[in-house]
């Protein structure tokens, strides 16, 4: 991928001569022409702590005015060397080929940051993209997102934990609903307390045992100036609950995609079982592909976001 030092730089030069980028669709420019950029690195959608959150956006040349937002990750851990490599090109390609503007959010994660923080981050970063609709040239009202494993979780919370904004709020972007018009994921986690059967939870799970520090909770102490960390074990489990997206499910949730390995150990296969057959008792759309014989991951994995795409493609269309 062939990226400008900075958007500036790459608006300034596209001013003067048509500028052409390694991207998931190419065109070539007319004569006298100037191409809008294929891709916007490093939009900042929010920040906290004295960081920047950031999206990479990608404008196709066939925009058919509706969006996508994909939750960038891996064991809700999101990298930016991650929104380079081959899986994640074939994730953003298939859409943008079909006209998708596609919106690739990095968000605030482990070991610095908790899921419930990265859940926040995400509901900011459809709230963002909504805000931005008409610099963009979307409609808000036909946004998907989509996710894999970790970002099938954040995609779900992002779609069942969903409100209309704060009216009052001075940040304009918190003005606006972080709602969508579809979810769709892989693989995902969507009850941490019932984690493969009743009562089981994530923490205790034999495969993600070692991935304990992910779901630490803390509360601010303003009187001590500091992070305390919440160990309590009702606490944890009440916890545990909130960022479990089979928690919100009700019949205003926007249609659902899962895809799902029968054979999956990072994720259980109940955990999408189970997600499912709430939505369909809520009335919500919502499909589950099963994956036969396979695990968290499959041969041509990235290949099956042609049935995101087809997704997206009856919800958002």
């Given amino acids: 991928m062939i990226r400008p030092a900075t958007n500036k730089l790459l608006f300034a030069a596209s001013a003067l001569f048509c500028v052409f ?21 490093n939009v900042i959608y929010g920040r906290k702590f004295g960081m920047a959150l950031t999206m990479d956006v990608y404008i196709p040349a066939n925009a058919n005015g509706a969006g996508a937002v994909y939750v960038v990750n891996g064991g809700w851990k999101s990298s930016y060397a991650k929104t380079d490599n081959d ?29 419930p923080e990265s859940v926040s981050d995400v509901r900011r970063a459809v709230r963002f993209v909504r805000h931005s609709a008409e610099r963009f040239k979307i409609d808000p009202e036909r946004l998907g997102i989509y ?13 069942m934990d969903s409100d209309d904004g704060n009216a009052r709020a001075r940040d304009p972007v918190e003005v606006h609903p972080c709602r969508v018009a579809a979810v769709a994921c892989m693989a995902p986690v969507t009850d941490f307390v019932n984690y493969g059967g009743p009562g089981k939870l994530v923490v205790d799970h034999h495969v993600l045992r070692q991935y304990r520090h992910i779901f630490r909770f803390e509360d601010f102490d303003p009187f001590q100036s500091r992070l305390i960390a919440v160990d309590e074990p009702a606490e944890v489990h009440r916890r545990l609950a909130r960022i479990s997206p089979i928690n919100y499910v009700d019949s ?41 014989g396979v695990g968290h991951s499959w041969p041509g994995m990235e290949g099956d ?11 958002l269309q």
């Fill in 21 to 41: 980028a390694i991207t998931p669709t190419s065109r070539s420019c007319a004569a006298g022409e100037t191409a809008e950029p294929a891709r916007i690195d």
């Fill in 87 to 115: 899986f994640v090109r074939t994730q953003v390609s298939m859409l943008f080929d079909r006209g998708y503007t596609v919106f690739l959010a990095l968000y605030g994660s482990h070991p610095k940051f908790t899921i």
């Fill in 147 to 159: 996710g894999v494993s970790a970002g099938g979780h954040l995609a779900l919370m992002a779609g």
């Fill in 252 to 292: 205003q949730d926007p249609p659902t995609l899962i895809i799902h390995g029968e054979l999956d150990e990072n994720a259980p296969l109940q955990q999408a079982g189970s997600m499912a057959a709430k939505l369909a008792a809520s009335d919500v759309a919502v499909k589950l592909i099963l994956k036969p």
């Fill in 305 to 315: 976001i042609s049935l995101v795409a087809d997704w997206f493609d009856q919800r």
